[in-house]
């Protein structure tokens, strides 16, 4: 399972200073959006004061209870038709999936011995409340994981280790106890994002001894080639400046910006262990770098201290200039000194390399050249293809979850995952084949035509069209006679204010063509992993038009709060549902906890991630070097009783109150989860073999079922 890594806002470098406000962050981010990009305005949803109290009080009495089978129950004797046919359905369907995760978790327990293995598939395919007799308890599953992989990472087992971390975070995933966190124990995220690193840097080197480590069933077949085109590129790109200065800057921004303040010698020490530790794994497994160049490391690691990081750089690139005799690739010392460095802090603090840029710009723009394929590298080193909708190779016939053999007749372990992307990315080419092979075992070469790739954000009810740019066409309503919408955003990516309100306008065009304005809504924030935090500011605003937003605190305990303007608050009212997941975070996390708070929203679904820093993402040296430091803490106001203090929605600094608890909680397993948010969100380019299939059965969605449920007995009362 994929863990959140994102909520970052953008800074210049000519905005750093010694006494950097991490207010002076978003507030010139806020500026520069609304001065560059004017928000749409939307037709006002006009609901009095003496309105929106009574409003409260509905959305209160509708989820008094928090009990979903009491919600249902309710629901069943609603006298509305519609409310009542919903909430048949959810139980329909809540039982289905309730029997499916029993199923799944029962075929585990037959076919699997390995604990491991049970845990990373239950966590997939179950949840917290399949407790089934002869099933081990999470709790201590993953507290044993925790162990197991914090020793496989001594021994300099990484690959095992981020295995064991990841599939322990999976397991914390999804159980709903504070217990859990209070343990004194190192949380598996941070276990597991070091151990990538490693794994990333030892296959830059050698990707034998990192497929070695991974136990890749390809490894008996696998034959080493030339030189793969990523090392090639840093052989050929990257000069020695950039590479130290590069490194030089990740050291002065987690030395300026980082909300703890740090001791430099101490990371410097992190950086040199880290180099120590990754060069001895790579000359056990066999790799010959000279013994001389570890000498050379360790004499630095045993007189750091002070020395100012600049020299010590230097001296560092010198040692494997000199003495490394060509065995290893230009970049390693100053990217594993950066990677150990980052790691000395929390986990969210990382750098983002020149070799992993291009990825990660096409993963956040609008658009790019390519295949349109999400790459998984799993951490046996198989690589898994997510093809994005309407690229060119889902046209192609590119299915999601195949897994990659070879390209263009080349074994993928030859190349990589980075090796495929750069492949892609040659502005020569016109076409690739790809070697694939589907669930269904069968393998088949794809040819596809490189081109355009549209990424789209935000979806909603149903597919109607495309515009001319290949972006699909919505409609907004997922209920027609009682005009309620339906928009799923994907993350709060640059724009996204201005997305929404576009969408929301659009939602409400079709509303009146169905007979009136928009009555409610339904925002699906599922498996949102979060970004630019002053998107969610103004998503709160539409519903909220006055007080505290959030609040930040940054360090020395500088705190900056966000208000709500009234100017922007033109749906304040409006019936309104949201649902989240356990990998909804960050911004996520700030949109549904203070609606829900401030009895704006409904809040269905999962209890979320809980990672409530904010990240800055500052260029280094050279622009294709990213910094992203963890610059602050995000706070939430808190209701009832307690109304005008503040609570931490992040996990590590909050384990008793973390995250944003739903006000109904639906059980969904992890798979089930992704396979309801694809099907509603699927669209089609209608291009090759990307085509609509016209009789698609509807998607079974217990959360959305019962969010329109709510909705129109929300609606109802209002009315009367």
Known sequence: ?????????????????????????????????????????????????????????????????????????????????????HAVHVVRMLDDLEDERRSAILEIMRNESDDLEIASRWASEGDEEDRIQGVPNPVEMRDRFISEAIEAERSGEFAKANRLASVAMSMELIVEDDAIMDRVMERPLRISARNTDRMKNIRMVDPRIAMTMSDSEFFDDFEPGNESPSEHRWRTEEESRHRVMNTRRVIEYLDDLHVDEIDRSIVHESGLDEIVLVTRKLIDEGHPIPGKYLEAIESERSRCGERRTLDLLLDLEMAQTELAEGTLPPSFSMRVFGDGAASALDGQTSVIWPGEFEQYTKAVGRGYRGIGVRIEEEIDGTVVLRPTNGGPARQSGIRNGDILLEVDGRDIEEIGARGLSEVIDNEGREWIELLVEHDDGVRETVRIRIGPVVNVNITGWRQTGLLQDGRPTWWWLADDRRRIGYLRLERFFSGGAHAVRTALQEAQKQALSCGGRLEGLVLDLRSNPGGQVFVAEEIINLFMGDGPVFRSIGRGGVMETEYADENHSELEGIPLVILVDELSASASEVVAGQLKMNGKAIVLGERTFGKGSIQGLIPASSPDCLVRVTIGWYQLPVGGESRGEWRFVDRDISPGDWGVQPDIRIAASAEQTRRMIEARSMWHSGVGLDVRIEDHTEVEDPSVELALGLLIAWINRIDH
């Open 1 to 85: 399972m994929h863990t959140p890594r994102s909520g970052w806002a953008r800074m210049h470098p000519s905005m750093m200073t010694g006494s950097f406000r991490i207010g002076a962050l978003i507030a010139s981010t806020c500026l520069i959006a609304s001065c560059t990009t004017p928000l749409p305005r939307l037709e006002p949803y006009s609901a009095s004061h003496s309105m929106e109290s009574e409003q409260t009080v509905s959305r209160d009495e509708l989820v008094s209870t928090g009990n979903l089978e009491e919600t249902i129950e309710s629901l069943l004797k609603n006298p509305d038709p519609d409310v009542r046919r």
